[in-house]
């Protein structure tokens, strides 16, 4: 089957696996704070929340290592897991797991990642928040084609650059330490291939963060958290025009909005349960779902989210918050200090844009008294805070759906994605003042480049959860926003783009050119 964006849009194309339900964002119940998109519905019984232990995906060990770097390899393939208990579902897993299994890097030491293709349709990877090579950036028609061969699959992006079977990403992690993640990033593809697992994180150290007295060991814990719906079989449900996910481009044209579920999972369980000491936990927090924005709260609020890094690496100073709003590819590094709850208790992560099931996440439950010998320093790391002054350049952008010819279409400045175009072109070394703004919620994500928030106009501020060096934006419906871009690291043929999966998928992309 070969079908382009505006065969998906044409009305009555696709076959909606399940039924829809529109999403009102719920918590505070604005529609400024709602996510952009629609609830699928999952269509057996689904667990007691709180009843499944939190999974902690394995550290990947190397292959082999030499005096400069640590070398991977990843098998992308199906496998099954038990994610809703007593069911089997299938998945699309980094060496069959879902999360994939993490990758622990040090700054300045070369990791180079080998990722062979055992599913049955191209794929291409992206390190979120990198600065890597363009050529291992995992543009969207970068390939690796499938080891069984296309079977007609994906036929409408061929004509890209494409390796067979196997390709091997060169990262230099020449960055801070950062809580980074890798996910699948082929072209009008990859809302279904995240959705079905292709997903997992990717941790930099260094000696600064290395050097601080933050909670380390058991104490310092992943969460991805992401949403999804489950079909009568067990399988994952997606509104495909393709049932089983193999050959279409993108989504029914009731879901371009964006895919939501009705079960949160953490860690790949639903709503799991974590048992702690009464300590300090640092948590490296996610949103890995298609389309859904979070806003993370504790309850009982004895205590609060201390925030010491972003995206991209650790803040200058720790941030205090009662509540967190984070959009898809975010991530926030908190600490939680569960010694202001007694020995027993049971605190809830809830999300309070959720309703029902969806404004929950998880729990922990405060089962043992011991010793920390950790702590929370008044000065994080060095930070440089930009100027407006320093930017060479000032753009504008219009994140919108616009026309693609005689229909319409998810669009920056009216335009979709098309690979041949150049739309940004930035010189290395310069600072931009980029300026978006959007019709729904847009979550902004840029490749390579780092950024730091200027403004809000609908909120007359920053929030202070915009703080630190960020590659992913949280923007809400009608919103403008002023962004700080530094271009640092590689030249070459990136990608900025709407990380609501559907919309990207649906065109909201553009090319970054760095000279």
Not at 12 to 32: E, H, N, T
Not at 198 to 222: E, N, Q, R, T, Y
Not at 292 to 320: C, E, H, I, K, N
Not at 371 to 392: G, H, V
């Amino acid at each position: 089957m070969n079908l382009n964006r505006r065969d998906v849009l044409r009305a009555g194309m696709g076959i909606a696996l399940l039924p829809l339900v529109p999403s009102c964002g719920g918590g505070d119940k604005a529609q400024y704070q709602a996510s952009t998109g629609k609830i699928l519905t999952s269509k057996i019984p689904l667990p007691k929340p709180f009843s499944v232990p939190l999974p902690i995906p394995p550290v990947l060990k190397p292959t082999r290592t030499d005096g400069t770097t640590d070398y991977y390899e990843i098998i992308q393939k199906r496998a099954t897991a038990e994610i809703i208990p007593g069911r089997q579902t299938e998945i699309w897993g980094y060496n069959g797991l879902f999360p994939g299994p993490t990758i622990v890097s040090r700054s300045g030491r070369r990791t180079r990642v080998t990722h062979r293709n055992e599913l049955p349709v191209p794929v291409a990877v992206h390190l979120h928040g990198g600065k890597t090579p363009a050529e291992h950036d995992g543009y969207p028609i970068d390939l690796i084609m499938p080891a069984a061969g296309m079977s007609g699959h994906g036929s409408h992006v061929m004509g890209g650059r494409v390796s067979n079977l196997q390709k091997e990403y060169d990262y230099p992690v020449d960055q801070p330490a950062a809580t980074l993640w890798y996910h699948d990033h082929r072209m009008d593809f990859t809302g279904p291939a995240v959705w079905r697992g292709l997903a997992g994180f990717h941790i930099v150290h260094d000696d600064v963060s290395d050097a601080l007295p933050l909670p380390k060991g058991d104490h310092d814990v992943p969460l991805m958290i992401l949403d999804r719906a489950f079909a009568e079989d067990g399988s994952m449900a997606y509104p495909s025009i393709s049932r089983d996910l193999n050959g279409a481009a993108g989504v029914t044209d009731s879901f371009t909005d964006g895919v939501m579920g009705d079960v949160i999972l953490v860690n790949g369980a639903p709503w799991p349960v974590m048992e702690v000491d009464n300590t300090r936990y640092r948590f490296r927090i996610l949103n890995a779902s298609n389309a859904r924005r979070y806003q993370l709260a504790l309850d009982p609020a004895r205590t609060q989210f201390v925030q010491v890094g972003s995206d991209a690496g650790l803040l200058g100073a720790p941030v205090r918050h009662s509540r967190i709003p984070i959009a898809p590819a975010e991530r926030f590094d908190v600490v939680i200090d569960f010694s202001a709850y007694p020995v027993g208790s049971e605190v809830t992560l809830l999300n309070t844009f959720g309703d029902n099931g969806t404004g929950q996440i998880m729990r922990f439950r405060v089962t043992r008294q011991a010793r920390d010998e950790s702590s929370i320093p008044a000065r994080l790391a060095d930070f440089e805070r930009l100027s407006p002054a320093s930017a060479t350049a000032t753009r504008k952008l219009n994140f919108t759906l616009g026309a693609d010819g005689d229909q319409m279409a998810w669009a920056i400045n009216g335009k979709v994605f098309d690979p041949n175009r150049a739309d940004v072109q930035s010189r290395l070394g310069t600072v931009e003042r980029w300026q978006i703004i959007t019709d729904q919620h847009h979550p902004l994500h840029i490749h390579m480049a780092h950024f730091q928030v200027l403004s809000r106009a609908n909120e007359s501020r920053v929030r202070p959860t915009d703080a630190g060096w960020k590659d992913t934006m949280d923007i809400p419906d009608n919103e403008l926003v002023e962004v700080l871009v530094k271009f640092t690291g590689y030249q070459g043929r990136y990608v900025f783009h709407c990380h609501n999966l559907e919309h990207e998928d649906m065109g909201m992309m553009g090319n970054l050119d760095v000279t």
